[in-house]
């Protein structure tokens, strides 16, 4: 319903935008063809008196006044087409700088709001799982086992739940520069290493295969970094099938560091490749959008790569899926 009132909504603006604009450039060529048909009758009434003015006139002075009111018209009827011309190119780059600016907003504000939407999903349900574990261990003299089984599921959500607050609060720090960074000499393969190890103790079916060189240093962030690698494997994680193999690849040439995570999901369109490291984007809709996250991941890994001079791409997988690369330069 929320999503059909705000199409409603957006058809109404559009309906209301671009019949103000009709009347503007109707009002404008109406404008036009006054002042032409003015001008034109002012030429005539001319004629018309320099006609009677005849007799008096020899016919060399006759031919130079018609050919300065003709003149005189011509100047006119160009400058009213230039005018004209000109207010038209104004109206239209305005008109479509205004339209494109109202549809961003609204975008923007409809991503804001699926954001919240996902965002209060995304925080309440892992409350919710540690908050019914420890009561179920508070109220039940459980085994040993089955006690250990509610603690490690308790701590595998307290984990999700800071990935998720952290990645809220990075971003809104980055985005407004206002993160104090702490970069160091760094070892980056010992980094990854453990972000996959952390991963798979979180996923215990998935397979993470990996391919790390060792001893790779790098100047940066290790906070922020961890927060890049974990999104990205959570990231493959989300969008992949529970059976298929996510591989990992870190290696170094010459001064360049090249990072690698590749998923076998349904892959990502060429049409969406860009738009994924915008904030709160998200492939899909809210209404029929199955797959857990807030819209934040990306972006995010986006803003860190940003923050350490880096760029970061996606590529297609063979034979499906998709690979997320990293290249960090000097």
Avoid at 226 to 244: F, K, R, T
């Amino acid at each position: 319903m929320a999503t059909d009132s705000r199409k409603l909504k957006l058809r109404r603006t559009t309906i209301v935008y671009w019949s103000l604009l009709v009347y503007i450039l109707a009002a404008l060529l109406w404008w036009l063809v006054s002042l032409e048909n003015q001008n034109q009758q002012i030429r005539t009434q001319q004629l018309q008196l320099l006609e009677l003015q005849t007799p008096q006139l020899d016919l060399a002075e006759k031919e130079k006044r018609v050919a300065a009111i003709e003149s005189l018209a011509n100047r006119n009827s160009t400058k009213f087409y230039g005018e004209g011309l000109t207010f038209l190119i104004v109206i239209l780059i305005g008109a479509i700088g205004v339209f494109r600016a109202v549809r961003r907003q609204l975008r923007a504000q409809q991503q804001q709001q699926q954001f919240m939407m996902a965002v209060t999903h995304e925080l309440k349900t892992p409350i919710a799982v540690t908050r019914l574990n420890l009561e179920t261990i508070q109220r039940y003299k459980l085994e040993p086992e089955k006690q250990e089984k509610l603690i490690r599921i308790a701590l595998d959500e307290t984990s999700r739940l800071n990935l998720l607050t952290n990645n809220i609060l990075i971003s809104s720090q980055l985005e407004n520069n206002g993160f104090a960074s702490e970069k160091e000499e760094l070892d980056f393969s010992l980094l990854v290493t453990d972000c996959i190890k952390d991963m798979s103790n979180r996923f215990p079916g998935r397979v993470i295969e990996s391919s790390i060189e060792q001893e790779i240093d790098l100047q940066g962030d290790a906070l922020l970094l961890q927060m890049l690698m974990n999104n990205l494997l959570e990231n493959a994680i989300n969008y992949s099938p529970a059976q298929s193999i996510i591989s990992v690849q870190l290696n170094k040439t010459g001064n360049e560091v090249y990072l690698e995570v590749a998923d076998q999901g349904e892959g990502i369109a060429d049409t969406e490749k860009d738009k994924i490291f915008e904030r709160f984007y998200r492939i899909g809709n809210e209404a029929t959008r199955t797959t857990k996250g807030t819209g934040l991941g990306l972006y995010l890994c986006e803003r860190i790569a940003h923050h350490h001079k880096a760029t970061i791409g996606v590529k297609d997988n063979v034979p499906r899926g998709s690979i997320f690369h990293i290249n960090f330069a000097p």
